[in-house]
T-cell receptor
């Protein structure tokens, strides 16, 4: 089963609105990453948040991490049509050399 | 600095054939990881190579193999193709060993098995 599960599976908003996506995971982690994928292309790294951090910003992106609830959220403010993409969270399992595990993503559509 | 490149971008094969995909990492990156992406299973980790050694392997059958060359370029091979191998194969590179580091992805190779 997936370590990270994004919610919702799909989200449609108007340009200028904020978009919030959530990620829940099952086991302890060292860090959590968010990636974006435009249709059928490679993934682009957005932001990495470590387990001892609670919030991180990058431009219009804000990521929060709640390790007690094993969840993270990605907020995109003032969305643009160009933000239309799938967004994935990726977690490591916290011990050893285990690989990143990706969720199945949230498909965001921003309507102009 | 050039990004991760993958060749070919598209491939069509028939069942039973084999295929080799190539990945050139970002200059200076010594770790290369491979992922398979399908609509049903999402992104699944195949393997990671660092300094020509396989450091980690996902839960895929032995038909999936890979290697890394001294210049960090990597290839993956899938033998005896099955219909279920149709997928987008993504390669990612990173500076450090261990796939927990930030991954820089290539555009992918779209493999269709008929």
């Amino acid at each position: 089963s997936q370590q990270g599960e994004e919610d919702p599976q799909a989200l449609s908003i108007q340009e200028g609105e904020n978009a919030t996506m959530n990620c829940s995971y099952k086991t302890s982690i060292n860090n959590l990453q968010w990636y974006r994928q435009n249709s059928g292309r490679g993934l682009v790294h957005l932001i990495l948040i470590r387990s001892n951090e609670r919030e991180k910003h990058s431009g219009r992106l804000r990521v929060t991490l709640d390790t007690s609830k094993k969840s993270s959220s990605l907020l995109i403010t003032a969305s643009r049509a160009a933000d239309t993409a799938s967004y994935f969270c990726a977690t490591d399992a916290g011990s050893g050399n285990t690989p990143l595990v990706f969720g199945k993503g949230t498909r965001l559509s921003v309507i102009a | 600095k050039a990004g991760v490149t993958q060749t070919p971008r598209y491939l069509i094969k028939t069942r039973g054939q084999q295929v080799t995909l190539s990945c050139s990492p970002i200059s200076g990156h010594r770790s290369v990881s491979w992922y398979q992406q399908t609509p049903g299973q999402g992104l699944q980790f195949l393997f990671e190579y660092f300094s020509e050694t396989q450091r980690n392997k996902g839960n895929f059958p032995g038909r999936f193999s890979g290697r890394q060359f001294s210049n960090s370029r990597s290839e993956m091979n899938v033998s005896t193709l099955e219909l279920g191998d149709s997928a987008l194969y993504l390669c990612a590179s990173s500076i450090l060993a261990g796939v927990r580091d930030t991954q820089y992805f290539g555009p992918g190779t779209r493999l269709t098995v008929l």
